[in-house]
């Protein structure tokens, strides 16, 4: 299928908890191509399924030189903390700063079934906790007071008219 279309806020899919990834086969292997091209594409560090319309606990990442699909994805440790921007491919990029954890220890399931950890720090964490909360149903804007979570959504309308 190649490009997906990219999901975009407020679709319902967007917040919903994504179903346990649980067939390893070949449909998950031409997904996820389908993921990296269509990340590739707008030029992102990641991409979860939901963002593609689909909801699944699935996502795929190359980010400051870790590159991995991500079923069932967990973090299962966090330390220290970082301040900086983020953005997301379902909100045209529009970017807000945010504090997450320095630190990040992903739990989840390779294109095989096989269950993997791996540890991040900064932004290749950032994108670890992002793309975990996609598959949770949640966006990055949910971690912002109202105020400056309306800004982004403001932005985001205003940005897309521009398209
Ligand atoms: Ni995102």
Redesign the pocket.
């Given at each position: 299928m190649g490009i997906r279309k990219i999901t975009e806020y407020p679709e319902s899919v967007l917040g919903a908890v994504g179903k346990p990834v649980e067939e390893f086969d070949d449909e998950l292997k031409k997904l996820c191509d389908d993921m990296f091209e269509t990340m590739y594409d707008d030029e992102g560090v990641?991409l979860?399924a939901p963002?593609i319309g689909l909801s699944l606990r699935l996502f795929v990442m190359d980010c400051e030189g870790i590159k991995l699909v991500a079923a069932n994805p967990e973090i299962v440790e966090t330390s220290g903390e970082q301040s900086g921007p983020e953005g997301?491919?379902?909100l045209a990029k529009v970017p807000a700063v945010l504090e997450r954890p320095e630190f990040a220890r992903l739990k989840a399931q390779d294109l095989n079934g096989e269950w993997f950890e791996k540890e991040a720090e900064g932004y290749a964490a950032r994108c670890f906790l992002?793309e975990t909360d996609?598959c949770d149903g949640k966006?990055?804007i949910d971690h912002l007071p109202r105020m400056r979570r309306e800004m982004v959504v403001k932005k985001f309308k205003k940005e897309k008219k521009l398209r």
């Open positions: 990641g979860a963002q997301c491919l379902s992002h996609h966006l990055f």
